[in-house]
């Protein structure tokens, strides 16, 4: 650890230095090194964002610092990607001497990395706005994703009352789901509706996972619990190499809910996988998943799917 923090005040200071050796022998800026180098998605995206947030030149930082203000400001929206990122690349470009007319492929490289960067940091507050609003009964729209949940999941039957029983069937602890969002919000009931609706088949086989009379398990607790996880990894940074390596779209909350969708239903094979003797050893295999799943995130290449596996259990 000492080596660590040792290492990492030497490479502070030295940074200056390795980076005019490099632009004198390549002649190119270390921006256009990673462009060039490093694979597109996550590896390019997390070298270009390490880049800028360790620049000490004066402009950079003040682009950095718009870029911020756009996402606080909530106008970090495709709609606004031209007026909000072709004047910031304008000042990186005259800064670093870069002519856009020789490296065109460069500009869209480096555009794409600021997309994905500041589009994470709008995701993080979003995410952030659902896990802080509590769930209400006494909101209307509320209560009919609620009642939506229960109408994805069990279609066939009816519920006898808004308060019953029946809501521990697809895993929640007692009769009123209400107390169980308390955690994450109208993030916990968000992510198990979008499952149960993107994902019907999917959600379904999971559902009956969990009703299996000996490795079964509370699909709701479990599913927020999943939701817990994932508000986590996005949040430090882990997140990253997913939301990054998806290529036919930007970071955003229904990449957020897909990437939940992934996360739930993995858990789920691992569960059934690990043949537990009762629900007493759910903390033990969840451990062993999240330790899974952010060594997997730790590999820049990593690429999430869901692929579906028919069991007979």
Not at 167 to 174: K, N, S, V
Not at 246 to 275: G, Q, T, V
Not at 298 to 310: C, G, L, T, Y
């Amino acid at each position: 650890m000492i080596f660590l923090n040792l290492w990492s005040i030497l490479e502070w200071y030295l940074r200056p230095f390795i980076k005019w050796f490099f632009r004198k022998t390549t002649r190119l800026c270390e921006l256009q090194r990673i462009c060039y180098g490093d694979k597109s998605g996550a590896a390019r995206t997390c070298n270009i964002e390490k880049s800028l947030m360790l620049s000490r030149t004066q402009n950079v930082k003040e682009v950095v610092s718009y870029l911020d203000s756009t996402v606080l400001e909530k106008t970090f929206v495709p709609a606004n990607f031209r007026d909000i990122l072709d004047p910031s690349i304008s000042i990186i470009l005259r800064v670093k001497k870069i002519n856009p007319k020789l490296h065109t492929s460069f500009v869209y490289s480096f555009r794409r990395c600021l997309e994905q960067i500041w589009s994470y940091r709008s995701l993080l507050n979003d995410v952030e706005d659902l896990r802080t609003l509590q769930f209400d009964s006494n909101n209307e729209l509320h209560e009919e994703k609620l009642l939506n949940l229960w109408s994805r999941l069990v279609p066939d039957t009816p519920l006898e009352s808004r308060v019953t029983k029946q809501w521990q069937h697809i895993g929640f602890q007692g009769d009123d789901p209400k107390t169980d969002f308390r955690g994450m919000g109208m993030l916990g009931l968000e992510n198990l509706l979008f499952f149960a609706t993107e994902y019907p088949e999917i959600s379904s086989h999971v559902l009956s996972h969990s009703l299996h009379p000996t490795y079964g398990y509370t699909f709701a607790i479990v599913g927020i619990n999943i939701t817990s996880m994932a508000y986590y990894l996005l949040k430090d940074g882990s997140a990253k190499t997913y939301m990054f390596n998806a290529k036919r779209c930007l970071p955003n909350i229904d990449l957020f809910h897909r990437f939940y969708c992934y996360l739930f239903y993995e858990f789920d094979k691992m569960w059934i996988e690990s043949k537990p003797e009762n629900i007493m050893e759910f903390s033990m295999i969840f451990r062993k998943f999240e330790n899974a799943v952010r060594s997997e995130l730790a590999d820049p290449a990593s690429v999430f799917r869901i692929k579906v596996e028919v069991d007979t259990i």
